[in-house]
């Protein structure tokens, strides 16, 4: 940094011939040099030059040296002030350095004295300024760190959040809100244990109705024989008297509890250290406690934490409202179109309980093939309403006792489109729909309405099919009375890999042997 960068030397003496000589020779000797009769001048000329060092006299009219010490700390500290003085005193002495003054100078004063003082006064400002300004540098890496320390708080927590509502959403039991719920309670608070239970104030029971502990604990549990068969922990008695206790008082004042550090007040058992408890309210009603515990090492829960669990038993009973809900619609609209079935059947009492029974051997049929218990689900579904199109088709083809004719069969074959539609328009079940519209296809592709064949058939329809065929073949029909089972065993039989799927055929055999297929509707044989 040059001189002139540095700013300028300011002499503030009342003595006008000082002030001349200071000037001439720090000029001289390269400073840039101003100059005030008084404390006033000298603060004017400080509002609007740079100043870089202050020389001052102490008596002065209008305002004196240590007055405009004074000022001159308040607006920029790094200047430094020299005072010079003729008569030197104690308390002179302290008020000048209490008004920030670095050095004082004994008049009178040579000006390589002053140039000696100017020299280690500017050292040393720039000293101080560069400390300041690293300080400042730090104050800011440090003001940074602790924002960005901050941001990523906010993004885990709000990532946190997220991860509840995304998981939540994708559920579709009660039980499983609750399985989910002590998951995520596990896994967020990196608790070693959590446990969910349903609790009665009126009738002081507690059921604990899912557990989840960390791997280490489990393992433990499951040596021990505790586990249940979905690897959620049966906590049954695992709740001692104390935590039972501390659960009905937080269901009765409905208030997250947070135990940082369990010193064995409130009952919690001693092997807990650190232990939350917080309500889930449904429409205002207490319904059950979810509990997290620590019970090794050194971490402790938090009101973070406490937090998290709040949110979580907040949004977990709102899918289990929703979930009420949806199974209440669900509910009503299948028993709405199950009416209708019925009413076929009843415009028909040859095929009354014809899909019951279809669904039934379907659903056998689909356990010995391994479905999956959603598949199952579907088939329970879609079974009693895989003729629901046959709404559409007049009583006198349907009822028809002979033989129809072709425009007739035509009418009759459109039943499983009108029936996919019907069920379709309601917007759900698309799996269901696809079964209703597929049970006539034929493995061999001569089936209808679209001629779908082998495996391009749904899996679910081709057992649907096998199901249907046979109850319709061991019922009377208005056209014919219900065959003997060794024609449609042998019916069926042949019927494999041309009407039906073989491996589907090969399962109703076997169940058949096994007599776990039931008659049809009447007794009568031909
Ligand atoms: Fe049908």
Not at 232 to 260: H, Q, V, Y
Request: glycine fraction near 8%.
């Amino acid at each position: 940094m040059n001189k002139d960068e540095q700013g300028k030397i300011l002499f503030v003496d009342d003595e006008e011939s000082i002030l001349e000589i200071a000037k001439d020779y720090f000029e001289q000797k390269g400073y840039a040099v101003v100059t005030a009769l008084n404390g006033l001048e000298a603060v004017e000329i400080l509002s609007r030059e740079r100043i870089s060092c202050c020389f001052t006299d102490i008596n002065m009219p209008e305002m004196d040296g240590l007055e405009l010490a004074e000022r001159i700390r308040l607006v920029d500290n790094t200047i430094p002030v020299v005072v010079m003085t003729g008569y030197p005193s104690l308390d002179n002495t302290i008020q000048t350095l209490r008004n920030g003054v670095v050095d004082f100078l004994i008049k009178p004063v040579s000006l390589n004295q002053m140039e000696l003082c100017l020299a280690r006064v500017l050292r040393e400002r720039r000293l101080f300024v560069e400390n300041l300004i690293l300080k400042k540098e730090v104050e800011g890496k440090e003001r940074l760190e602790k924002l960005n320390q901050e941001l990523l708080y906010k993004i885990e927590g709000l990532n946190i959040l997220n991860k509840i509502l995304s998981d939540l959403a994708q559920v579709g039991s009660n039980q499983e809100v609750f399985s989910r719920v002590v998951g995520m309670t596990l896994e967020i608070t990196q608790s070693d244990e959590a446990s969910f239970s349903v609790v009665n104030t009126s009738s002081s029971t507690v059921v604990e109705v899912s557990v989840a502990r960390a791997p280490q604990l489990a393992s433990a549990a499951d040596s021990a024989g505790e586990s249940g068969p979905d690897g959620n922990l049966m906590g049954g008695d695992g709740l001692g008297e104390g935590l039972r206790k501390l659960m009905m008082e937080i269901a009765t004042d409905g208030i997250p509890l947070l135990i940082s550090e369990n010193t064995g007040v409130r009952g919690v058992p001693s092997d807990i250290r650190s232990i939350m408890l917080v309500p889930l309210k449904i429409r205002k009603k207490i319904f059950g406690v979810l509990t997290a515990s620590i019970r090794k090492g050194d971490r402790r829960f938090t009101e973070k934490e406490l937090y998290y669990l709040s949110f979580l038993t907040q949004n977990a009973a709102h899918s289990i409202e929703n979930l009420a809900l949806y199974e209440n619609i669900y509910t009503n609209l299948f028993a709405t179109l199950y009416a209708f079935v019925k009413a076929i059947e009843v415009r028909d009492p040859y095929t009354k309980q014809h899909s019951t029974r279809v669904t039934e051997i379907s659903l056998l049929l689909g356990k010995a093939l391994l479905c999956s218990p959603e598949e199952l689900d579907i088939l329970k579904f879609a079974g009693p309403l895989h003729d629901i199109g046959k709404i559409g088709v007049r009583d006198s083809i349907l009822l028809k006792p002979g033989r129809l004719t072709h425009d007739e069969y035509e009418k009759i074959k459109e039943h499983p489109l009108l029936g996919a539609d019907i069920v379709g328009k309601l917007g759900m079940w698309g799996r269901e729909q696809e079964i209703i519209r597929c049970h006539h296809e034929r493995y061999d592709g001569s089936g209808y309405p679209n001629g779908l064949k082998g495996e391009g058939i749904p899996f679910l329809a081709r057992i649907l099919s096998v199901a249907d065929a046979y109850d319709a073949m061991a019922s009377d029909r208005a056209y014919r009375r219900k065959m003997a089972s060794e024609k449609i065993l042998k019916i069926l039989h042949d019927g494999a890999g041309s009407q039906f799927d073989p491996q589907v055929v090969g399962a109703f055999m076997s169940l058949y042997e096994q007599d776990a297929i039931e008659a049809g509707s009447s007794d009568s044989v031909i």
